[in-house]
């Protein structure tokens, strides 16, 4: 019997804006972001928490924001969905996802599906993996407090990559964050392992300053990884113009 939390999920906020990272950058989308995340990355600048209630963007830019009781269900989210016009694809995001897999296997939305996911969970990957036209999958590399073992870490992150990865119906990018600490060997040794399963690879500088890694490391990586796969530098656009 499926039990009743897989049927709902709770969502911290559902607006319409663009998308600020990645090849699709300047996209416009209808965001669902959904709470708690199994991991706990050094620099996540994200609110991750479980929330009583949902923020609705009713009118997207108006930053006026309805809430919505907490869990919700597929049709909830689908209605909400549906009062955004033009959208070039609906990102579903968190916190991780994946965790909310059964939910979303039962999303029935007409625009393409776009997820944004940790790449940790692919036993879950593979319940949506046929729902999903664009994956932005993140490798995420040390420091990771919630990760014991790395090597496991790392084979769940290439198996989630091989679950979910470019099809003629699909694309799947991956992007990693780069620090100021981020080993370069361990970069190329996992791109390496997923070169087969993505369309490019996108390096983003990590978004606070004191954590920015050296310019002319990040070109030389840059460099470094041309040779296994299309990698492009692209910074989170968001922060740019002041639109979080
Ligand atoms: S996977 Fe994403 S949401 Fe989860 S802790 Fe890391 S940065 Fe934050």
């Not at 995420?140 to 014991?148: F, I, R």
């Not at 090597?151 to 699909?170: A, G, N, P, S, W």
């Not at 991956?174 to 361990?186: A, E, F, I, L, P």
């Amino acid at each position: 019997m499926m039990a009743a939390g897989q049927m709902s999920a709770n969502v911290s906020e559902v607006f319409c804006s663009v998308q600020g990272e990645g090849p699709y950058v300047g996209s416009r989308q209808a965001f669902v972001r959904f709470t708690g995340c199994n991991l706990k990355c050094s620099y996540c600048d994200t609110s991750v928490g479980n929330s009583k209630s949902c923020r609705f963007e009713e009118l997207p830019g108006s930053g006026a924001f309805k809430q919505m009781e907490n869990p919700l269900c597929a049709e909830d989210i689908e209605k909400m969905v549906a009062s955004y016009k033009k959208i070039h694809s609906v990102s579903l995001t968190g916190g991780e996802p994946l965790m909310h897999a059964d939910l979303i296997s039962r999303l029935n939305i007409a625009s393409p599906l776009y997820l944004e996911s940790n790449m940790t969970l692919p036993h879950m990957a593979r319940k949506i993996r046929d729902k999903l036209s664009y994956v932005a999958g993140d490798v995420k590399l040390l420091p990771l407090s919630s990760v014991d073992d790395m090597d496991q870490h790392f084979e769940q992150t290439i198996e989630c990559f091989r679950t979910l990865k470019t099809t003629k119906d699909r694309d799947c990018f991956c992007k990693v964050v780069v620090t100021k600490d981020t080993d370069s060997d361990d970069v190329e040794g996992i791109i390496g392992a997923i070169s087969g399963y993505i369309s490019c690879l996108v390096l983003q500088p990590v978004s606070q300053k004191e954590l920015l890694p050296d310019q002319g490391r990040l070109i030389g990586l840059q460099e470094r990884l041309l040779d296994h796969i299309d990698t492009k530098i692209i910074p989170q656009t968001h922060r740019m113009w002041g639109c979080l």
